[in-house]
């Protein structure tokens, strides 16, 4: 059964790498790929109560993180509509290639540690749609923008979901993870950023807008409510999560609805024409849907890998087989670029015990790097990357040959920054 799920994800895996040449829908592929891989999870497992209670409880955690780039998605689509972006667009007057990508990539980076890496790249993509008119220009920015936002959400506990499990499990501490692995991050950033900057440079062209009948309706205070609103929420989403032990859904979705009202209550009086243009119902046909059941797709085919003992064999094969530390960790984060990273943490942390391996040991903080930058290797790796995907149409064989050696590089040099704190200063 194991070698059969495996062709399956396999099979599917290479499907949505060839997208573009088989004239295939990604998210279609995905779907049929987690139905198929559950369905012969069920038909090959004796005991089905088992199986039907193992997709119960791995839907309530899709379906939250499902729910919350949805939030997400709306919050930014309606800062959008509202022309919020243009607050900070207006202030980024740059058009360098070489010096934008930096001001671009560090922006990120932070803003991910601030919100998370999913939520950062959803505004950060929103935001180089109103920067950059060359499409291929702007695949670029959209590749090192995946690379920022999963080196900047790995260092602190709220930036990146496995980041948050081991710190939800005890196995990290706030102070401690973002001393131990600001720099790791940082550098995993900036290596690619040098690298290309060698070759990117040039002038940005920016894209032209036509807002005269946006302008006739909104006013810049307006603008302004709807886009600090939007923001303020989107960095409450961990505050609320710290304070009530929520999931982070119930936080965006809680947003969702009270910027909801603002802009209903900012609307209430124009012709209806012009209050649908800019309501929440707008916004949630102009999100794209697809790339929300691509995402779906691809959690679940993972979700049955580890349903089915794939996963955790994995992890026991490396710790017998390998031994080492270091090694076994820079595994399971090259591995998190084919797989989720959530799944292998949570192996992780089930097959690794406190005991072992005390509260903010070296593994659990070298994990907690490896899994959240090594996402970035490949385009599905990450959900910055699959949201980045969905939203800026990258082709996964383009983000392989101009994106993954980058990542690759960052990934190995923050390793080894981590390694050698260590070893030589005793951090």
Known sequence: MMALLLLIFI?????????HAIKINKSAIALITGGVSWTIYSLLTPNNSLVNQQLNDHL????AILFFLLGAMTIVELIDSHDGFEIITSRITQTDKRKLLWIVAFITFFLSAILDNLTTTIVVISLLRK???NQQD???????VVIAANAGGAWTPIGDVTTTMLWIGSQITTANIMFKLFLPSMTCLIVPLIVLSIKFNGIIKRPDFDNTNKRSALTVRHQT??????I??????????????LPPFMGILAGLGVLWVITEVIHGRKEETVRHSYSVVQALRKIDTASILFFFGILITIAALQSSGILINLARWLTVTVGNLNIIVLSLGILSSVVDNVPLVAAAQGMYHLSQFPTDHYFWEFLAYCVGTGGSILIIGSAAGVAAMGMEKINFFWYLKKISFLALIGYFSGALVYILQHKLLGI
């Open 11 to 19: 099979l599917g895996y290479v499907l949505i790498a060839f997208e």
């Open 138 to 144: 702007r695949l670029i920015f959209g590749g090192i």
């Open 225 to 230: 409510i709807v886009f600090f609103s939007g």
């Open 232 to 245: 303020i929420i989107l960095m409450l989403v961990p505050v609320f999560k710290t304070l009530t032990n």
């Open 131 to 133: 920067l950059i008119k």
């Open 60 to 63: 309530g955690a899709i379906s």
